[in-house]
């Protein structure tokens, strides 16, 4: 029985390290793990050795190997317990809650040519504009508009009441005509040598004075006959038919609104790129996605001590007149050559107390893909969609366009390649 076991384990000790070997060495498949048999030949070894040692020597050889193997068991245990199973947690949680890559939409930057340009706030005023109103009292006889019409220079607007100065002229063009006759007289009688000469002259000033009562009384028959003094566009009538008028009342506005102006105001610092000539765009709310073009007409000779801006007057055409008198405008001057400055979109930058900033993607640093690279920048002029970058970018970094609430630095994302969102027809205003 003892040979018999002795070569029992003999076997199993020399097929279990044969497995270990075929399976380390020429990649055999076995259904154990190569330590797994490895850790079998070494037990038969022992066993064979233990046989064959006395028994005084055994005893103390057995109790030193069942030490061995509970400390060995103890310490395997507390190392998967505090060591090993940690750390597998711990790795499982990572792995189920690591962020998932953000798909986001980018843009490169890149270096654009922009001309110099002045950005104000106008206000539009008639080429010509005036308020219709009569130089003298009257009930009003007439009205020759409506509100709105469109007048040619010396249109009749509106007629007062001219019937007392009618009988006034009627007298007076009588007393003319009898002081022609008396003037008349006096000169035939003075041409015989039978008046003085002082007759003649009283007769010439009586007259002049009847012809001078006639023409006052024809200017104020003309000032109640209210006329269009330029081409242009009345405004609403404040005046109804039969109605008492006091000299300056209000009766309706006129304006020329072909060609406008368009008075802003810009800082003393502007005068030195500031000229006549100069080009200037518009644009106003009453016309989305249109703009004027006009030049610079004149600068005033004086800056506001106030304010320190100067003024500064732009003509643009209206032919079809949509720019009407006290509308807002937004001015653009161009002040200057164009110059290559680096933009990005609008909506890649990031607005907040501490600093503007963009993500930019770039390669992640572990595990490979994009992740994101949070910059500060600072920002310059804007142009429709496009905004300057003064630092913080160069040509080719590829911004986050879209996407930005979710990321932070190094968050790791994947580029959307699809379309991006058209930009609007019109830039809404903050």
Same mark, same amino acid.
């Given at each position: 029985? /003892?040979?018999?076991?002795?070569?029992?384990?003999?076997?199993?000790?020399?097929?279990?390290?044969?497995?270990?070997?075929?399976?380390?060495?020429? $990649?055999?498949?076995?259904?154990?793990?190569?330590?797994?048999?490895?850790?079998?030949?070494? +037990?038969?070894?022992?066993?064979?050795?233990?046989?064959?040692?006395?028994?005084?020597?055994? #005893?103390?050889?057995?109790?030193?190997?069942?030490? !061995?193997?509970? +400390?060995?068991?103890?310490?395997?245990?507390?190392?998967?317990?505090?060591?090993?199973?940690?750390?597998?947690? %711990?790795?499982?949680?990572?792995?189920?809650?690591?962020? %998932?890559?953000?798909? &986001?939409?980018?843009?490169?930057? /890149?270096?654009?040519?922009?001309?110099?340009?002045? *950005?104000?706030?106008?206000?539009? #005023? *008639?080429?010509?504009?005036? +308020?219709?109103?009569?130089?003298?009292?009257?009930?009003?006889?007439?009205?020759?508009?409506?509100?709105?019409?469109?007048?040619?220079?010396? *249109?009749?607007?509106?007629?007062?009441?001219?019937?007392?100065?009618?009988?006034?002229?009627?007298?007076?063009?009588?007393?003319? %005509?009898?002081?022609?006759?008396?003037?008349? #007289?006096?000169?035939?009688? @003075? *041409?015989?040598?039978?008046?003085?000469?002082?007759? &003649?002259?009283?007769?010439?000033?009586?007259?002049?004075?009847?012809?001078?009562?006639?023409?006052?009384?024809?200017? !104020?028959?003309?000032?109640?006959?209210?006329?269009?003094?330029?081409?242009?566009?009345?405004?609403?009538?404040?005046?109804?038919?039969?109605?008492?008028?006091?000299?300056?009342?209000?009766?309706?506005?006129?304006?020329?609104?072909?060609? =406008?102006?368009?008075?802003?105001?810009?800082?003393?610092?502007?005068?030195?790129?500031?000229?006549?000539?100069?080009?200037?765009?518009?644009?106003?709310?009453?016309?989305?996605?249109?703009?004027?073009?006009?030049?610079?007409?004149?600068?005033?000779?004086?800056?506001?001590?106030?304010?320190?801006?100067?003024?500064?007057?732009?003509?643009?055409?209206?032919?079809? $007149?949509?720019?009407?008198?006290?509308?807002?405008?937004? @001015?653009?001057?161009?002040?200057?050559?164009?110059?290559?400055?680096?933009?990005?979109?609008?909506?890649?930058?990031?607005?907040?107390?501490?600093?503007?900033?963009?993500?930019?993607? +770039?390669?992640? /640093?572990?595990?490979?893909?994009?992740?994101?690279?949070?910059?500060?920048?600072?920002?310059?002029?804007?142009?429709?969609?496009? =905004?300057?970058?003064?630092?913080?970018?160069? !040509?080719?970094?590829?911004?986050?366009?879209?996407?930005?609430? %979710?990321?932070?630095?190094?968050?790791?994302?994947?580029?959307?390649?699809?379309?991006?969102?058209?930009?609007?027809?019109?830039?809404? /205003?903050?």
């Amino acid at each position: 029985m /003892k040979r018999a076991t002795t070569w029992v384990l003999t076997v199993i000790a020399v097929a279990a390290l044969a497995g270990a070997a075929a399976a380390d060495f020429t $990649h055999f498949y076995a259904p154990v793990l190569p330590g797994a048999l490895l850790a079998i030949a070494i +037990v038969c070894a022992l066993l064979l050795i233990l046989r064959a040692l006395p028994l005084r020597a055994r #005893r103390p050889v057995v109790f030193l190997l069942v030490l !061995v193997v509970i +400390v060995a068991v103890v310490g395997g245990l507390s190392y998967f317990q505090f060591v090993l199973k940690p750390t597998i947690v %711990k790795n499982a949680i990572s792995a189920a809650f690591a962020p %998932k890559p953000t798909a &986001v939409s980018v843009e490169a930057a /890149k270096v654009e040519q922009w001309p110099p340009q002045l *950005a104000a706030i106008g206000t539009m #005023r *008639a080429f010509q504009g005036i +308020v219709v109103a009569p130089q003298v009292a009257g009930v009003v006889s007439a009205i020759h508009f409506q509100s709105g019409d469109d007048v040619a220079a010396g *249109a009749p607007l509106v007629d007062l009441d001219t019937s007392v100065e009618e009988a006034d002229l009627a007298n007076g063009q009588a007393q003319l %005509k009898n002081a022609n006759v008396t003037l008349d #007289r006096a000169r035939a009688l @003075i *041409a015989n040598g039978n008046t003085p000469q002082s007759t &003649v002259d009283a007769a010439l000033a009586a007259r002049d004075s009847a012809a001078a009562a006639v023409e006052r009384t024809r200017a !104020v028959i003309a000032e109640k006959t209210i006329k269009a003094p330029f081409a242009g566009r009345l405004g609403l009538r404040n005046v109804d038919l039969g109605q008492y008028v006091g000299a300056g009342v209000s009766l309706t506005t006129l304006q020329q609104l072909d060609p =406008i102006y368009v008075d802003f105001s810009a800082p003393e610092g502007a005068l030195a790129t500031l000229a006549v000539g100069q080009e200037t765009t518009l644009s106003v709310d009453a016309q989305p996605g249109r703009a004027f073009t006009g030049k610079v007409t004149a600068i005033d000779a004086r800056v506001s001590s106030e304010s320190r801006n100067v003024t500064v007057r732009v003509q643009f055409d209206n032919a079809d $007149h949509k720019l009407l008198p006290g509308m807002f405008a937004d @001015i653009t001057v161009t002040i200057g050559a164009p110059t290559y400055v680096l933009t990005a979109p609008r909506t890649a930058i990031v607005y907040s107390l501490y600093g503007n900033n963009a993500f930019v993607v +770039v390669p992640a /640093k572990e595990g490979g893909g994009l992740a994101v690279d949070r910059r500060f920048i600072r920002v310059g002029a804007v142009r429709g969609e496009r =905004i300057a970058i003064l630092d913080g970018l160069k !040509v080719g970094d590829k911004v986050v366009t879209a996407g930005q609430i %979710k990321l932070q630095q190094n968050s790791p994302v994947t580029i959307d390649q699809g379309d991006s969102l058209p930009p609007p027809a019109e830039t809404p /205003k903050p």
